[in-house]
C-alpha cells in the first residue's frame, strides 16, 4: 500500500515539475495497471502450472495472495495425503473381511466389492464395476429380493459357486443416491451345529416319549391301587404321576418345536387349510374354563364369525391355546380374561379389510415386569421358574407361540403393566385372512358344518 502511495506522489512531484500533471497521471496509470495485469499472468501461469514450479516473486497484493495460494495447497495436500491413508486402511480392512461385500448403485450396478465377495459369489478376477449385480449373480430369489426393496430380514440361498455352501445375505440401503450395502455371509458351519441340535434335541425328545408314556400309564395304575391299599404311597405316586405329566408335555413342546423348525422360514406350514377360527376359539375358551377349574375365571370371547384365516389349523390352535391358556395360568384365581378376534381398519364397506386380522388375549392378572417382556419367546425363560413349574408349564409355550406366528407371515406383540394385567397381540396380514361367506361361495363343499361362530360370547 505505502508503495502505491510512494508512487503516486512520484507521479504527481514529476507531473508539477514538468507542468503536465494529467499526462503525468494517465502514463502512471498505465504503468500501475500494467503491473497488475503483468503480476497476474504471472500468478495465473503459476496456478495454470498445477502449483508445482517455484513460486513467482510478487509484490503488493499479489504477494499476499500468493501466500495464501500456498497455505491453501499446503492444507489441501495434508488432507489428501490423510484420506490416501485412511482409503488403504479401509481396503486393507475390507480386504481382510471373510465377509463378502458389495456397494451396488440405483440400478443395482457394481460400483465396488471386496476381495471376499469375488471368491464368495464367483465375480471372477475381471473388471466388474459397472455391471448389473444380478447379471453376474444369477439366483431368481436374491434378484426377487433386491427388486422388493424390504430388506428388514436377509435372505440365504446356497453360494452360486459351491451349492453345498449356503449364503445369508442382507442389503442396508447407504448413502442419499439410493445406494445399497450388500452383506453375503457363509453361515454353512452354523446351519450345521444348528441341524446338529435340532436332531439331537427332536431325537433325544423322542426316544424319552415312549418310556415316559409307559411310566406315567403305570403310575395312574398304581395310584388308583395304592389310594386303596396304601394310602403313604399314595401322595407319592401322585407328585410321581405329576411330573411324569410335566416330562411328557416338555418332551411334546419339545417335539412340536422341532417341527416347526425344520420348515422354511416365512412358509406357512403344512398347506393353507381355511381355518375356522372363531369356532376354535370358542372351543379353546371351553378348554380354559375347565383349566381354570375352581380358579373362578371370568372369560370374555368376542369375535367376528365371518373371519377365519389360511394356515395350519393344528399350529394355529396350539398357539392360540398357549396364549388363552398362560392367561389362566398365570394369572390370580378370579382374573378376567377377554380374547377379541377381528378384521383391523374399517368394516363398513362390507369389503375383506386389507391390513389383515388381529388376536388379543387380555387378561387383568399381575402383569410382567419390563425387563422380561424382550426376553419372553427364548425357550425356557419363565418370569418366576417356580411358579411356572408348580403350574404345570414347560417355559416352551411363548416359543412356539413365536414360531407359528412368524410362520403365519404375523406379529406377536406384547404389552403388559405390572398390577393391571398383559395383553398379547397376534396381528395377521391380509394376504392369509378372508371372510367366511366367501369362502362358502367359492368353495361351497368345504366349509360345511362350520357353524356360525360366536359374536360377544361372554361368561
Ligand atoms: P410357561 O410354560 O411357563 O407358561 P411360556 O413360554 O408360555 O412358558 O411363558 C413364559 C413366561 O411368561 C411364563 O413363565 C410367565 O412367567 C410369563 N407369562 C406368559 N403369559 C403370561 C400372562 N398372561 N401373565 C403373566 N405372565 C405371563
Redesign the pocket.
Known amino acids: 500500500m505505502s508503495g502505491t502511495v510512494a508512487a503516486l506522489l512520484v507521479v504527481v512531484v514529476v507531473g508539477l515539475l514538468s507542468g503536465h500533471l494529467v499526462l503525468s497521471l494517465l502514463v502512471g496509470l498505465f504503468a500501475y495497471i500494467g503491473w497488475h495485469l503483468r503480476s497476474m499472468v504471472r500468478l495465473l501461469r503459476w496456478l495454470a502450472d498445477g502449483m508445482h514450479a517455484e513460486p513467482p516473486v510478487l509484490h503488493g497484493v499479489w504477494d499476499d495472495l500468493l501466500g495464501y495460494l500456498i497455505a491453501l495447497r499446503v492444507r489441501a495436500r495434508k488432507r489428501k495425503r490423510k484420506m490416501s491413508r485412511f482409503l488403504r486402511r479401509f481396503q486393507e480392512a475390507a480386504a481382510a473381511l471373510p465377509d463378502a461385500a458389495l456397494i451396488l448403485g440405483r440400478f443395482g450396478e457394481i460400483e465396488w466389492c471386496n476381495p471376499a465377495a469375488r471368491h464368495l459369489l464367483g465375480l471372477g478376477a475381471g473388471r466388474v464395476a459397472g455391471h448389473y449385480f444380478t447379471h453376474l449373480v444369477r439366483h431368481p430369489a436374491l434378484t426377487q429380493y433386491l427388486e422388493a426393496g424390504d430388506y428388514s430380514q436377509p435372505i440365504e440361498i446356497p453360494a452360486p459357486v459351491d451349492e453345498s455352501r449356503l449364503l445369508s445375505c442382507q442389503i442396508n440401503p447407504i448413502g442419499k443416491k439410493h445406494q445399497r450395502l450388500l452383506i453375503a455371509r457363509d453361515v454353512t458351519r452354523s446351519h450345521l451345529l444348528d441341524s446338529v441340535r435340532r436332531d439331537f434335541v427332536a431325537n433325544v425328545s423322542h426316544e424319552l416319549r415312549t418310556p415316559i408314556t409307559v411310566l406315567r400309564g403305570f403310575l395312574e395304575t398304581m395310584g388308583d391301587d395304592a389310594a386303596l391299599d396304601c394310602p403313604d404311597w399314595s401322595r407319592s405316586i401322585e407328585l410321581m404321576s405329576q411330573q411324569a405329566s410335566r416330562m411328557e408335555r416338555i418332551v411334546n413342546?419339545l417335539l412340536m418345536l422341532s417341527r416347526l423348525e425344520l420348515e422354511v422360514p416365512g412358509d406357512p406350514g403344512p398347506g393353507l387349510e381355511p381355518v375356522p377360527v372363531p369356532e376354535m376359539l370358542v372351543g379353546i375358551i371351553q378348554d380354559a374354563r375347565m383349566l381354570s377349574g375352581e380358579g373362578g375365571h371370568v372369560f370374555t370371547l368376542e369375535v367376528n364369525p365371518e373371519l377365519w384365516l389360511r394356515g395350519s389349523a393344528e399350529e394355529l390352535r396350539s398357539a392360540f391355546s398357549?396364549?388363552i391358556?398362560?392367561?389362566v395360568?398365570?394369572?390370580p384365581a378370579g382374573s378376567r380374561v377377554s380374547v377379541v378376534w377381528r378384521f383391523v381398519g374399517d368394516e363398513s364397506s362390507g369389503q375383506v379389510v386389507e391390513n389383515g386380522a388381529v388376536l388379543t388375549?387380555a387378561?387383568d392378572?399381575?402383569?410382567?415386569p419390563d425387563r422380561?417382556l424382550p426376553r419372553?419367546?427364548e425357550?425356557?425363560?419363565?418370569?418366576?421358574?417356580a411358579?411356572?413349574?408348580a403350574?404345570?408349564?414347560?417355559?416352551?409355550?411363548?416359543?412356539?407361540?413365536k414360531r407359528i406366528i412368524t410362520r403365519h407371515r404375523a406379529e406377536l406383540e406384547?404389552y403388559?403393566e405390572l398390577g393391571r394385567?398383559?395383553r398379547?397381540t397376534c396381528r395377521f396380514p391380509a394376504a392369509i385372512v378372508y371372510r367366511r361367506a366367501r369362502y362358502h361361495a367359492e368353495e361351497p363343499g368345504q366349509a360345511e358344518g362350520s357353524g356360525a361362530g360366536a359374536a360377544g360370547l361372554s361368561s
Open positions: 413342546d398357549n396364549l391358556f398362560n392367561a395360568q398365570h394369572t388375549v387378561d392378572g399381575e402383569g410382567i422380561h419372553l419367546t425357550r425356557f425363560y419363565r418370569v418366576d421358574k411358579r411356572s413349574r403350574r404345570g408349564g414347560t417355559g416352551l409355550g411363548l416359543s412356539i407361540v406384547v403388559s394385567g398383559s398379547f
